[in-house]
């Protein structure tokens, strides 16, 4: 079996550990989104991307839920005693290596994909069957558009982890730019997944900055969509709030209520030139499933808690099944 997993960083790495205790047998291509990845002091950062490697290489620091576990800040802390800026993002001594190997490959011309392939060959090698690759080679950021009375325009964009880390999500998003987007591509090894995918799962995570991007890159919801899997997807807001992240900030600049079946419907439904063909909704949000079914979209309702893997398995599986009965009939047509 040939799985594909769509996915952010922290919430998406959990969300695969439950994919893979549910299907341990199964080929899993996780397609990783991009546009948090920042240069800072010379270093090519991708955020998500480390984050889902460490995780399930066993070396990810599940308290903070992101970085290497038993990391050391000694560099941080001499970048400071320089008054070297910027200063609000932490790059830790272990975390340095990974962001040296990789702008190093970067800068001999490796693509991103390549670069990421060469890292998970230390991280993944007890399990050859799990993959990583960026959603695309070229380069794209997500900023954020927020109010700046002492700019002529009244605006000012900053990087989105400048925005999550430094701002602490806390002036209002106004708009959300994806920068460098409508000349990047999907990596080919992402659109070999989706053509040969048995099943593809959309993670909970962030709709805004890391499934967003991903469904953004020109070509890659247009293979998604060409795709002979079920897509299924599963909702990152419970009642009314994101479990984990800033997605409450974020989805009204782009539209789209604070509300879990807000979210499906945005995604919308394959038939209606949209992704999904289930969208998961958590048992607190039971009421609104009418709501999904009426814009053309499988629903089905479990409890979507990720208290650990074998709960994630848990509610994965049962939404597999119920994604396998609800495009049944249209597979078989």
């Not at 989104?33 to 991307?49: M, Q, S, V, W």
């Not at 419970?238 to 974020?250: D, E, K, N, T």
């Not at 969208?279 to 650990?308: E, F, P, Y």
Request: net charge negative; hydrophobic share 50%.
């Amino acid at each position: 079996m040939q799985i594909v997993v769509l996915a952010g960083g922290v919430g998406g790495s959990k969300f695969v550990q439950g994919v893979r205790r549910a299907y341990p047998a199964a080929e899993i291509t996780v397609v990783v989104n991009t546009a948090d990845d920042i240069t800072l002091h010379g270093l090519r950062i991708c955020p998500d991307l480390d984050t889902v490697m460490y995780t399930l290489g066993g070396g990810g620091d599940d308290g903070r839920g992101w970085g290497r576990l038993e990391e050391s800040w000694r560099v941080l802390a001499e970048l400071g005693a320089y008054g070297v800026e910027p200063s609000w993002f932490s790059i830790g001594d272990l975390d340095l290596g990974t962001h040296l190997v990789r702008t190093q490959m970067l800068s001999a011309g490796y693509p991103l994909s390549a670069v990421t392939e060469a890292l998970c060959a230390r991280w993944l090698a007890a399990d050859p069957q799990l993959h990583l690759v960026p959603m695309s080679d070229d380069r794209v950021e997500t900023h954020v558009v927020i109010a700046a009375p002492e700019e002529p325009s009244g605006r000012r964009a900053v990087h989105f982890q400048e925005y999550w880390v430094r701002l602490h999500a806390v002036p209002d998003a106004l708009e959300v730019v994806r920068v460098g987007i409508e000349d990047a591509r999907p990596a080919p090894a992402v659109l070999t997944a989706l053509a040969a995918a048995d099943l593809v799962l959309v993670a909970p995570s962030n709709p805004v900055v890391s499934i967003g991007p991903i469904l953004a890159v020109p070509g890659l919801r247009d293979a998604l969509r060409a795709s002979p899997a079920p897509v299924v997807g599963f909702a990152g807001i419970l009642g009314g709030a994101p479990v984990l992240g800033m997605a409450h900030r974020l989805l009204p600049a782009i539209g789209v209520a604070v509300d879990a079946a807000a979210v499906g419907r945005h995604y919308g439904a394959r038939a209606a030139d949209g992704v999904l063909d289930l969208w998961v909704l958590d048992q607190r949000d039971a009421d609104s499933a009418g709501s999904v079914a009426a814009a053309g979209l499988g629903v089905a309702v479990t409890d979507l808690v990720m208290r650990d893997a074998d709960a994630t398995a848990a509610f994965v599986r049962f939404a597999v099944d119920a994604g396998d009965a609800a495009t049944a009939p249209a597979r078989r047509g």
